[in-house]
């Protein structure tokens, strides 16, 4: 049985605290630019990104020593006293710039705290991992849709203050639906900080399925995902208006969907390679970006890219969960998201200056020949493409897998 009482709160923290992530950046990117203009807005978004990026592998490490519920729950409460700080400050006046900086650094430390447990959590409040995905992934779909939009209304109306009040509302729902989880007995660490590092390592690093694909994961984070936001933005807006770029991220939302409910419905029994196939569509995007597409064929591009983004996501997080003992799980996942996401910031940074001495649409052009030689690279490797699926994950950390 899937929606378990311990399941539910999990779904329910997972969904409110998506909601208030993609509430955040619009907030920022409104509320701060609207004070502080564009560099403000990138200097507030720097300071959360860099600290989380600093702090990732220890909110491994300390996940897997005190658990992640905890740590988690910690983490909430944490953004939620830094945002309510921030409402606070706008509903009186106009915060200064070191507040926006220091309350978004303290934002992206707890976020870097509560992320590795995402992974952590699951093999806790479920024994069906791949359903889970599914289910969260087709929640946080709709999360990302409206969390921009509600800011945007927000804002709009109110102005930043009930956005920052809003934002800081949804941290303390996730807190009081981790509190009420029951999870029994959690394997915990008890090594030195640099022992559970360098364990963490050899875990991940012993995985070839693992760190290959996140090896191309940073390719990706530079000349794929990095520049796809940026340059998309530019060029969508300047073709075919600034509505366009908004009905572009609903395809994008429609096909994440899609996607989590074709992953509920199929357990393919090579996950990592059916999820390598589907992302082949990710790069219709780009592509169709580059090519300057009427706007039904952009929205069909981005409803394929949304949908294989979905499908590959749902097949790596349950091969992570249901692969690795659950007593490194937290440390594995750290390591797995800085790599997957430590490039991203160079490849937003390089977009618009590389684009400004080749052209957009040649860098454009370029994500999409990298992304193909990634999924080529991904079948090749044959840890990927081989890699069965688990049916389950016992406590004891050894993983129950199919025949292959």
Known sequence: MLWTADFTRYFIARSVSVFGDAML?????????????????????????????????????????????????????????????????????????????????VSGTAAAMFQPGVNGLVPYVTNDPHRAN?????????????????????????????????????????????????????PRSTSSTISDLIAGWHEFRSRTWMWSVILVWVGYGV?????????????????LGASAYGWMQSGVGAGTILGGLTALRWKPRRPLAAGAVAMFGFVLLP?????????????????????????????????VQTQVPPAVLNRVTSYEVLGSTGSL?????????????????????????????????LLLVPAVRRLPRATSHDISGKSNVNSI
């Open 345 to 377: 910031p160079i490849g937003q940074a390089l977009a618009g200056p590389v684009a400004g001495v080749v052209g957009a649409d040649r860098v454009l052009g370029t994500s999409v020949v990298v992304g193909l030689l990634g999924c080529v690279t």
């Open 223 to 239: 000349f794929l995902f990095g520049p796809l936001i940026p340059l998309g933005a530019v060029l969508v807006s300047n073709d």
């Open 25 to 105: 950046t619009v907030a920022a990117a409104l509320a701060v630019g609207q004070v502080y203009g564009a560099t403000g807005v990138g200097v507030v978004l720097a300071s959360w990104m860099v600290p989380f990026l600093a702090c990732i592998l220890f909110g491994g490490v300390f996940a897997d020593r005190i658990g992640a519920r905890p740590l988690m729950l910690g983490a909430d409460l944490v953004r939620l006293v830094a945002q309510a700080v921030v409402a606070i400050a706008f509903f009186t006046g106009t915060p200064s710039m070191w507040l926006l900086i220091a309350c978004s650094a």
């Open 134 to 186: 599914a289910t969260v992934r087709m929640a946080n779909a709709f999360a990302e849709l409206l969390g921009p939009a509600a800011a945007g209304v927000l804002f709009a109306v109110f102005g930043a203050g009930p956005v920052y009040a809003v934002d800081a509302a949804t941290f303390a729902i996730s807190a009081i639906c981790l509190a009420g989880l029951r999870l029994g007995k959690v």
């Open 287 to 319: 592509l169709a970006i580059a090519l300057h597409v009427s706007l039904p064929q952009l929205l069909i591009a981005a409803a394929i890219n949304g949908f294989a983004w979905a499908f590959w996501s749902i097949m790596w997080q349950t091969s």
